[in-house]
Every structure is written in structure tokens, then in C-alpha cells.
């Protein structure tokens, strides 16, 4: 179905990455009859035959899902979010290292499929309350786009990848079309009445996540195992493995090459255009080269910076399209390290069955309306699990040993809440990658540097999380409520963007309202370096929007002739 | 007296019990583990599991081989520090054991060995705070070490997970509220 190539041969159309995005613009491109090559970097896997994991019990497992000593030392960023059962889907520190200037840990996935097999899920929009608020507020520069430019298309992206989620009729965080939702527990039902009586203009409603409650397009439904990572031999989640691959390798239009480390764009200047890749093959370091017609770059917003960065040439010594100077620049990542847990002496009669594969959300509440009311910029939601403790809580809160210990260890503990809040962050043009000048990794590509920080409006705003978590849960009635500041730097999120913003102003940024390189026609980025702020919503359903407007886009101006 | 100085006060203390110690503590928290003679001793692991879930109506440690599990884990997810106080740990409860009812613990009865896993487990005292930050400083304590790992060993163990505790290894819907009785066991995963 899918033919690999060796020799170098020209398409109409390349996408650089095989992630949520790249899957998106591969599909998309294919299905409108352009003839597509997708380069990944990483090594291939296949829907259902590459999760070697799946369907395995914790007593399969060599160390029962626990780190080694050595993994935690040799992959200090992959070990935080990884474990022996989903660790092959992420990069390894040690063969692809980079640089912090400051801590920052950027947690990749290297293969076909990039991330879209490990990601957690969630789905939410953004509104005209995160896409006015730069303008509004004198930040950065405005987005060049409105809610109602993006609406048809999350639309569009949520009937393909299967969305379950509640209606809750918010402005600032749009109903999508949805699948029916999952259901809340009785504790978080608790929490949920009790903030609605409480706190008028708050809700708590169940998460917005692309896990599939039915059947849809061939693929699930979820059979709530809450194994996701693993890859799911059910299709119950949307991956690009699962759905957009496989249905751009439909159409018979699409040439899949793995292993490709993409090393710059070529850029023609009497054409002025874009005309194709360079690549270097990760196995045999042969370097190889690519044309086409139109680019897409979804490398992820800290790789699709540096192949735009090292691509230099007379007419952009300082990077592909970086007229502006802002390539690279305005890195965000959503802060989630504060919030709050608590225990409820209650609903001892009342368990649940099977392992639901998401939490809750309780959307953005603080300046929204008329008037700020905090004493930041912007906002955060929360999102939270309840459940009744079992032994992975109290194995090491319980006293005593023997017949007793046992007979307690083995029962439903109380039921806790945990939350913590999901909070935007702020463009600041001195968050940034750039290349590195003389460490080089092993295909001898320069290393990526890495400077972020949090800033007083995200620390602020972590400190509100806390308070505000905290009194929503005693209000609930919960006991030993606790808050929570875990410090993780930058990327812990994994919602890294805003590396080549869009813009209107080709002076100040680097992508037009279409995903378009103001400076080269033919090139389109459309994951999530074309951020102009952050919102507080996770950021991959936008990104997923955005792919299929941009398309549409190309693929039309294509058509008239203009690319 | 607020939280923070509360902190304080415990780390002054904590400096205060390090220069004390001295450059031999210093090195026996950080010189390589002997784990030849952990391997030894894998009786008494076996054993000192049991005590702390034993076999009751269902399967108890050692049926789950909970020891091969504890073993591992000490070998290759522990940090050095942590190591050695492992080791250190299971040399004074048998010194310990010995000293105190003449025998070796094997050879103790169920109530004895309760007695000298519950001295173990409240040696370390019972300040939170003060634990925590001991072992930040010196590395996992022994029991607590010994205790949790039993806890994951047994819990993830085959016999654990499904005799010991209810394992749902395919549950296909998602019951949010579901009333029990008292012999509900808790799911073996999330
Ligand atoms: C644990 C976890 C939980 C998450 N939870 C959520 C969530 O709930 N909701 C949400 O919205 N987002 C979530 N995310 C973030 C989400 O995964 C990313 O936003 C999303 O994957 C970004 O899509 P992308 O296409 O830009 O990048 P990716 O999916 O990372 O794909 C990029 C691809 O490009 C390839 N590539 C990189 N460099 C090159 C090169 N030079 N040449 C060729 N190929 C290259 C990579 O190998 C990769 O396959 C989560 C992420 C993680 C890790
Ligand atoms: S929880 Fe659902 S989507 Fe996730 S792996 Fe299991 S069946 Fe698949």
C-alpha cells in the first residue's frame, strides 16, 4: 500500500512530519489529488502491528512499569512521561540531545506518527476570547484570524478524528460536534454541584478527549483500558496511524519515506520559491534530495524552527522567512505544575467500573466577561480526576503490616480529587530557540538551544491556581486538602508553540492568516510554530484546524494558477 | 509557627546531624552495594514480604514471588544511597531479631516477626516532614523501601493483581457509579 523510495523524484506536494499535523496535511493533500510525499524521521509503525505493548499485563513487564536507575539517568526527560510499556514511542535524550540554557524539557516522539500516539487526548477550542485578547491587550501582535474563520474546520477535524464531549454552551469555549460523552464519577459529580451552587459562572463538566464512545469511521469504540500510549488495537483514540494515515494511503496518492531527517528547505531565488528538501537518511547518513511543488513543514514547533533556521541562503541568511527576525522566537508552553488534591469521607457504598481514559475540565472562569478580575493576564482551567484510592496511594500512607494491612490495602480507599491548572502563557519574544554554533548531533546537524522561562504573569497566575483549587474543593467538603507547586520547567506540558508566528504584518511575523510564509509563497507551517498566544486550552485540535484551512488554501490557490 | 519555618527549622537540624556524622556516613550511603549479598538472602526477603501480606483467603507475597520482584528492583531502580541503606537495613533487623529473641527471623512466629517489622516501621519516627527530608538527604529508608516495594511487587503480580485484588483486564464500558458491598476489592490498575 505504501511504497518506499530510494531515489530522489519530484511530487507535487512534500510534508515534513508524520505527527498530528503532518498526518492531517498528508491527508488532506492526497485526498485532493496531489501526488504527496511524507518524510519522517523517525522508523515506521503500523496501526495495530507495531503496539507490541498493548495488550500486555502489569506482570509482563520486566520491572512492572517502573524506571531503571540507568533509564532515569540516561533519559532524564524521557523517563518523566515514559515507562517500559510506551517508551519506544519516545525519543531517546541520548541519541538526540539538546541544550538548555535554562531547564526545559522537551519531550518528543520520533516516528511515524510522532506524538498522535501518545498524546493525552483532550480536545478543546480556542475562541474570539483568545484570539482578541493580544490586540485587547496590547501583547505581542494580534492574530490574523477570528473564531469564525476557524469554526467550519474544527467542525470539519472533529467529524474525522472522533470526539466525545459534553455541550456546555460557553462562548469562550465553543460546543464542537461531539459523540456522546463519558460520564463523571460520583465524586467528581459531587464537586461538579457542589461548584455550580457555589460559584455561579463555574462548571465542571467531563473532558473533551478523542477517545471514541462509538464506533466512527471503521475505528472503536474505546474499550476503556486507559492504555493509550501503548498504541490502541482497537482504534479507540485518534491517532495519525489509526485514521489520517491510513486514509491518505487510500487514495493511492501517497509516498511515506521514514527515516528522512530533513535537514533544510532549498530555496530557488530567481523563482523565488521553495522547490524542495534536503534529507539525510537516519540509517545510512546518505544525503538525499526532494522536489515539489508546495512544502508543508510539521516537524513540531521546536524542529520545524530549526529546519526553517538552517535554511539559510543569500536571500534568508538568517533562516527561511525570517525577514521578521521572529523566527524561533516567542516560545510558549502551557504551565499545569500548580494545583490542588483532597480526600472525601463519603460515598463508601459507591465504586465504578473500568478505566475511563480522561478526567475533567472545569473551563477558564477568571477574566472573561466584562472586566479583569484577577490580578494576572489571561486564565486557566483545571483539569482533574477523581477516584477511590487504591494501593498506588496508600502503599505508603498505610501503617502496619500483616492480615490487616493487607485487608485494608486491598479495599477501596477514600475517594480524592486531584487538579491542577492548565494555565496560558504569554508570548515573550526572548523565550527561543536557536541553533547551536558548534555541538552537532550525529547526522551533524547543529543542536537545538533551548532558553524559557515562566515569567511574573504565568507565576501569579499558578499562585491563584492554588487558592482557588483549594477553596473549590473545601467547599465540596473535601478533607486534607492540599496544594500543589511541582516547579517543572518549560515543555513539561508538551504544549510547546509560537516559533513562527502568524500574523498580518509581514514585518512582525512570519506566516500569514493562511499557514503561508509571508516571504515564500509555496511554504505553509501549520503545526504549532504558528501560534500567536498561547489560550489555555490544549493545543492540538487548533493546530489539527488549521491544517485542513491551510490545505484547502493551497490546494485552491494552486488551482488558480498563484502557486 | 507557618510551614516554611517549620522546614527551616528541620533543615538546620538535618545539617546539624550530617557534619555530625561525618565523612563515614558520608561513605557508606554513597560506596558501591554489595548485592551479592542481597542475592543471598532472598529467604529472608521471601520472607519478610510474607509478614507484611501474608497468605490469607487469598494468595499472600511469597505465593507471588514477591521477592524475585523486591530483589530487582533494589539491583536496578534504586539509587545508590538507597541501596546501601537496603542492605544496612536487612543486616540490623537480622542483628536485631537476633539480639532481641535469640533466633534468626525465619524461625520467629507470625506474631514475633509482626513485632519486629512494626519496631522497623517506627524507628524512622513519625514526623512526615522530618522522614522526607532524612531522605532526601540520606536516601530511601529501608522499611518504608521494603514495604512499598512488596506493596507494587504483590500488587502487579499475576496472583496479586487478580486474587489479592480485581484486575479488569478488557472492561469494554465504563460503569461511572456502581453501588458495592464490603467485600469489593480494589481494581488492580487505573
Ligand atoms: C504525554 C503527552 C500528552 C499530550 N496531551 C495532549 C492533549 O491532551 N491535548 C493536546 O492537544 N495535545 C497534547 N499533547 C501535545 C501533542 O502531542 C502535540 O501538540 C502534537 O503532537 C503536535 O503535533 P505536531 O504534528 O506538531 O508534532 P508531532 O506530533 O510531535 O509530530 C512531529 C513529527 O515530525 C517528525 N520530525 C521532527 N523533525 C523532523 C525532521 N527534521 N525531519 C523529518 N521529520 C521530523 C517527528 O519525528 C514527528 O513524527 C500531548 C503530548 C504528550 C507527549
Ligand atoms: S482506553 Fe480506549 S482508546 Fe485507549 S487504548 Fe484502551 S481501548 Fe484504546
Redo the contacts with the bound molecule.
Keep these: 500500500m505504501i511504497n518506499i523510495i530510494k531515489a530522489s523524484a519530484s511530487y507535487d506536494a512534500i510534508v515534513?512530519?508524520?505527527?498530528?499535523?503532518?498526518g492531517w496535511a498528508a491527508k488532506e493533500l492526497c485526498e485532493k489529488g496531489l501526488k504527496t510525499l511524507l518524510?519522517?524521521?523517525?522508523r515506521d509503525i503500523h496501526h495495530i502491528k507495531d503496539y507490541p505493548t498493548a495488550n500486555l499485563n502489569p506482570w509482563d513487564f520486566e520491572y512492572r512499569l517502573n524506571n531503571t536507575t540507568q533509564e532515569l539517568t540516561e533519559n532524564p526527560i524521557r523517563s518523566r512521561?515514559s515507562d517500559e510499556s510506551d517508551r519506544m514511542f519516545f525519543a531517546s535524550d541520548v541519541d538526540h540531545p539538546y541544550i538548555q540554557q535554562k531547564p526545559f524539557n522537551w519531550?518528543?516522539?520520533?516516528?511515524?506518527?510522532?506524538?498522535?500516539l501518545?498524546?493525552?487526548?483532550?480536545?478543546y477550542r480556542l475562541s474570539d476570547l483568545d484570539f482578541e485578547a493580544n490586540i485587547k491587550e496590547g501583547i505581542s501582535i494580534d492574530w490574523p484570524i477570528r473564531y469564525k474563520d476557524i469554526s467550519g474546520w474544527y467542525d470539519y477535524v472533529e467529524r474525522f478524528i472522533g470526539v466525545s464531549g459534553k455541550h456546555e454552551n460557553l462562548p469562550h469555549l465553543p460546543d464542537g460536534c461531539y459523540q456522546p460523552p463519558m460520564e463523571l464519577n460520583c465524586i467528581e459529580k459531587h464537586l461538579a454541584s457542589s461548584i455550580k451552587k457555589n460559584e455561579e459562572h463555574r462548571l465542571l463538566t467531563i473532558a473533551r478527549v478523542a477517545n471514541l464512545t462509538r464506533g466512527w469511521n471503521g475505528r472503536g469504540p474505546c474499550q476503556n483500558r486507559n492504555l493509550c500510549?501503548r498504541g490502541c488495537p482497537y482504534g479507540g483514540y485518534f491517532s495519525s496511524n489509526s485514521a489520517t494515515i491510513p486514509a491518505a494511503a487510500a487514495t493511492g496518492n501517497l509516498t511515506i519515506r521514514p527515516f528522512?531527517?530533513?535537514?533544510e528547505i532549498i530555496y530557488d531565488e530567481k523563482l523565488e520559491r521553495a522547490t524542495g528538501v534536503r534529507?539525510i537518511d537516519m540509517n545510512t547518513h546518505e544525503e538525499l534530495e526532494f522536489n515539489s511543488r508546495i512544502i508543508f513543514v510539521?516537524?513540531?514547533?521546536i524542529?520545524t524552527a530549526?529546519?526553517l533556521l538552517n535554511s539559510k541562503s543569500s536571500r534568508f541568511p538568517n533562516g527561511m522567512g525570517n525577514d521578521s527576525e521572529q523566527l524561533g522566537h516567542n516560545l510558549m508552553d502551557h504551565h499545569s505544575s500548580s494545583g490542588a488534591s483532597g480526600v472525601y469521607d463519603g460515598y463508601r457504598d459507591e465504586y465504578y467500573k473500568g478505566r475511563r481514559p480522561c478526567g475533567f475540565l472545569i473551563p477558564r472562569f477568571r477574566n472573561i466577561g466584562n472586566g479583569t478580575q484577577a490580578n494576572f493576564l489571561r486564565g486557566y482551567n483545571f483539569q482533574g480526576r477523581g477516584e477511590r484510592e487504591g494501593w498506588q496511594e496508600r502503599k505508603d500512607s498505610l501503617k502496619g503490616v500483616g492480615s490487616k494491612f493487607k485487608e485494608q490495602l486491598t479495599k477501596p480507599g477514600q475517594w480524592s480529587v486531584w487538579m491542577g491548572g492548565w494555565g496560558e502563557c504569554l508570548p515573550y519574544f526572548d523565550n527561543k530557540i536557536a541553533l547551536s554554533v558548534n555541538d552537532k548531533d550525529k547526522w551533524g546537524l547543529p543542536l537545538v538551544e533551548v532558553d524559557f522561562s515562566f515569567r511574573e504573569n504565568e507565576h501569579l497566575m499558578m499562585e491563584d491556581i492554588k487558592q482557588t483549587g483549594a477553596s473549590m474543593l473545601e467547599e465540596a467538603g473535601f478533607k486534607g486538602v492540599n496544594t500543589f507547586s511541582y516547579n517543572t520547567p518549560g515543555g513539561s506540558t508538551?504544549?510547546e508553540m509560537g516559533t513562527a508566528r502568524m500574523g498580518n504584518d509581514p514585518k512582525t511575523s512570519v506566516l500569514n492568516k493562511y499557514n503561508q510564509m509571508h516571504a515564500v509563497k509555496n511554504l505553509f507551517v501549520t503545526?504549532?510554530s504558528c501560534m500567536t498566544s498561547s489560550a489555555c486550552q490544549?493545543?492540538?485540535?487548533t493546530?489539527m484546524a488549521l491544517t485542513a484551512r491551510a490545505c484547502d488554501y493551497a490546494v485552491s490557490e494552486m488551482k488558480k494558477g498563484n502557486l | 509557627m507557618n510551614r516554611r519555618q517549620v522546614i527551616y527549622r528541620i533543615l538546620g537540624f538535618s545539617a546539624v546531624a550530617i557534619s555530625g556524622a561525618g565523612f563515614w556516613k558520608y561513605w557508606s550511603i554513597y560506596k558501591k552495594p554489595d548485592l551479592l549479598y542481597l542475592m543471598n538472602k532472598k529467604s529472608l526477603i521471601a520472607e519478610i514480604a510474607e509478614t507484611i501480606i501474608p497468605a490469607t483467603d487469598t494468595p499472600g507475597a511469597k505465593m507471588a514471588k514477591v521477592e524475585d520482584f523486591i530483589i530487582k528492583m533494589v539491583k536496578d531502580c534504586t539509587a545508590t544511597k538507597s541501596q546501601n541503606n537496603f542492605i544496612k537495613g536487612l543486616i540490623d533487623l537480622e542483628d536485631y531479631t537476633k539480639q532481641n529473641y535469640n533466633k534468626t527471623y525465619i524461625s520467629c512466629n507470625a506474631n514475633e516477626r509482626e513485632s519486629i517489622l512494626t519496631h522497623f516501621e517506627n524507628a524512622e519516627g513519625s514526623n512526615h516532614l522530618i522522614r522526607k527530608l532524612k531522605q532526601k538527604i540520606f536516601g530511601d529508608n529501608f522499611f518504608d523501601m521494603f514495604k512499598s516495594y512488596t506493596v507494587i511487587g504483590y500488587c502487579t503480580s499475576e496472583q496479586g493483581a487478580t486474587k489479592g485484588l480485581s484486575y479488569d483486564y478488557l472492561p469494554s464500558t465504563f460503569e461511572a457509579c456502581i453501588t458495592i458491598g464490603n467485600k469489593q476489592k480494589s481494581w488492580a490498575t487505573k
Design positions: 515534513i512530519g508524520s505527527g498530528i499535523t503532518g518524510l519522517e524521521r523517525g512521561t519531550v518528543r516522539g520520533y516516528q511515524v506518527g510522532g506524538r498522535s501518545i498524546w493525552g487526548r483532550q480536545c500510549t528522512s531527517i530533513v535537514r534529507v510539521n516537524a513540531s514547533t524542529n530549526a529546519i508538551v504544549h503545526d504549532g490544549n493545543p492540538s485540535l493546530y
